[in-house]
């Protein structure tokens, strides 16, 4: 099992949500920065996302295609 900070922590930290399921595909856990770098957010294909957690994360929020 690994956190995000862990992951991220080396790396350009964005978090890609994609899919085609137009029920609530929903994360409830903290979306945060890592130690040194801002965590990005991209969604793409129509999936809807709700990140419900409450998040600390800084960067950029992106949208390709669907809803935001």
Avoid: C, M
Wanted: charge should be negative; aromatic fraction near 8%; avoid cysteine.
């Amino acid at each position: 099992t690994y956190t995000l900070g862990e992951v991220f922590a080396t790396i350009n930290p964005r978090l890609e949500l994609r899919g085609v399921n137009t029920d609530l595909n929903t994360i409830s856990s903290v979306l945060a920065n890592s130690a040194a770098l801002a965590l990005r957010v991209y969604k793409a294909d129509q999936g809807v996302w709700v990140l419900s957690g409450a998040n600390t994360f800084t960067g950029a929020q992106e949208w390709a295609t669907g809803q935001q």
